[in-house]
């Protein structure tokens, strides 16, 4: 069930708020939160309810690994680390089996010359997203950051329909404090609720599948071989950063705007990030929970940069590489993760040596801010060819396109006379 479906706006999205918020005038807010957490279930099961057997035991696990490692009196118990271990493990076995089996036994085909087979593994919706969370609750149960323990709150901070097939990738500090909340939903927020979701709905519908009509032919002209002139090629690309931004967005938007209906404020994911004057103030605009978790449960436990300017840039390219591989189980997203590992590397060292020099900061003037803006900008666009394209071949052939390699606009034939009677 995706949040544009007519199911969903007139059907689901309705009765659950109607239920929702019957209960919580009536003052039973335990039960409006086990009742969300079934009709978050229901929302996940409705696309194919077998990976309902993925997603609920994978939840009790999850709690029951929490519970075993989260320090008592200050003191962690003796299996605490085996348990997160084991747990990360879990974790991060079922992310890979679903979403890397397939791409990985391709890999070994080809690179061995094998004959290994394996049946088609269907992806299940949102699993990025809901492991990475429990991955997150995992790591800070051991770290003693958690406060009280409850089942149900927990299942909902799962399985909150909302955020539960695209995110944002949320914090269970930032959830688990309202649901516990109590008392009603004031009308302010449902009507904020309402405007934030149909500004996300207009984006995907109006603005991102527009842009895809224009991108998709382009791309898939590339795939094929086509040979595209610049003209085609650029247009062909803004038009997917267009796209991938209003889709990408406006989905968050939905997710923040449905979430807001039932008292609950998500993170802001997006903020104008095609503003950005140079790569680290992007990933800073762009997928900010996403760009959170990688920092906070990756490149800072590799070492971040207290171990050296080499070693940092080292940790950033590592950090986006498996920010990249994250996206999609192929080789042209973990290029495109290398890309922006490389853009990070480049411009933290460039600030660095801004600093040795004294030079002030190049966003200082208008000029240097009009500059940084528009290499970064034209830096994102070529990663996104390689996050679109399906091969590496295809990627390269659009940006021969881009690059000029093709001429500038189509050469049209000339037209041949008809034939002359005899």
Not at 35 to 60: A, D, M
Not at 349 to 369: D, M, Y
Request: aromatic residues 16%.
């Amino acid at each position: 069930m995706l949040f544009n479906s007519y199911i969903f706006i007139f059907a689901f999205l309705p009765f659950s708020l109607g239920i929702f918020h019957g209960l919580r005038r009536a003052g039973l807010e335990r039960w409006s939160i086990l009742s969300l957490t079934l009709l978050s279930l229901v929302f996940y099961g409705w696309w194919n309810v077998v990976y309902l057997l993925l997603l609920v035991p994978l939840l009790f696990a999850n709690f029951a690994i929490a519970v075993g490692i989260v320090p008592r009196d200050g003191h962690r118990p003796p299996a605490a680390k085996p348990l997160l271990i084991a747990g990360l493990i879990l974790n991060l076995a079922v992310l890979g089996y679903f979403k890397y089996a397939n791409f990985f036994v391709d890999n070994m085909n080809s690179i061995f010359r094998l004959n290994l087979f394996l049946g088609r593994v269907v992806l299940p919706l949102g699993i990025s997203f809901f492991i990475f969370q429990k991955i997150a609750f995992l790591v800070d149960a051991y770290r003693g950051k958690l406060g009280r323990l409850d089942l149900l709150d927990y299942s909902l901070f799962v399985t909150f329909f909302p955020q539960l097939i695209a995110g944002p990738i949320v914090h269970h500090s930032e959830v688990l404090p309202q649901f516990r909340r109590h008392g009603g939903v004031s009308g302010r927020m449902l009507t904020m609720g309402l405007t934030i979701f149909a500004m996300g709905l207009a984006k995907k519908v109006l603005l991102a599948d527009t842009a895809a009509a224009f991108a998709t032919p382009q791309f898939s002209s590339a795939a094929a071989g086509t040979r595209l002139d610049l003209l085609a090629a650029w247009s062909g690309a803004l038009a997917y950063t267009a796209q991938l931004y209003f889709d990408f967005s406006g989905y968050s938007d939905m997710a923040i705007g449905a979430a807001l209906m039932f008292g609950i404020r998500l993170p802001v994911n997006f903020a104008s990030p095609y503003k950005a004057t140079n790569i680290i103030e992007f990933w800073r605009r762009w997928h900010i929970t996403l760009s959170r978790f990688l920092r906070d449960y990756l490149y800072i436990p590799l070492g971040g940069n207290r171990l050296g300017g080499m070693r940092r840039y080292v940790n950033l390219f590592i950090t986006m590489l498996l920010g990249g591989l994250w996206h999609g189980a192929g080789w042209t997203f973990v290029i495109w993760g290398g890309l922006h590992g490389f853009y990070l590397a480049v411009n933290h060292g460039w600030r660095a040596l801004r600093t040795t020099l004294g030079w002030p900061p190049s966003e200082s003037n208008r000029f240097g801010a009009f500059l940084g803006g528009t290499i970064t900008f034209l830096a994102v666009v070529v990663g996104w060819v390689f996050f679109r394209a399906a091969q590496f071949g295809s990627a390269i052939n659009m940006l021969k396109g881009m690059a000029g390699f093709n001429g500038v606009v189509p050469h049209c034939c000339p037209q041949q006379e008809p034939p002359r009677g005899r």
